[in-house]
Nanobody
């Protein structure tokens, strides 16, 4: 059974940092890209970042470039999202998910429709 568990969210002041973790099991970790997504109240779920399983290459949406860093630890089957310089607009429930298809080409984009196995989210609140 495929399982993903996001954790590490919390309340942080603007400019602060958080590191989210996505612990996974039940599939071959290096065969799939892992994406990070977020959903704010009243808004659609949006992609934030992803990391390729086969190459380790990452992708970031413009709103988080230079502030967020995604990484993966194959020994622990875990993906991390380091979030620095947090802004109130980063407030959302954050989710991780695996790509629908095996990652053959070493690239990824965090398009929601490309991911089909989701973990439960973790709340990130950026507020003073």
């Amino acid at each position: 059974e495929v399982q993903l568990q996001a954790s590490g969210g919390g309340l942080v002041q603007p400019g602060g940092t958080l590191r989210l973790s996505c612990a996974t099991s039940g599939f071959i970790f290096d065969d799939y890209a892992i994406g990070w997504f977020r959903q704010a109240p009243g808004k659609e779920r949006e992609g934030v970042s992803c990391i390729s399983g086969s190459s380790g290459r990452s992708y970031y949406v413009d709103s988080v470039k230079g502030r967020f860093t995604v990484s993966r630890d194959s020994a622990k089957n875990t993906v991390y999202l380091q979030m620095n310089s947090l802004k109130p607009e980063d407030t959302a429930v954050y989710y991780c998910a695996t790509s629908r298809l095996i990652d053959y080409d070493g690239t990824c984009t965090p398009q929601v429709y490309e991911y089909n196995r989701w973990g439960q989210g973790t709340q990130v609140t950026v507020s003073s």
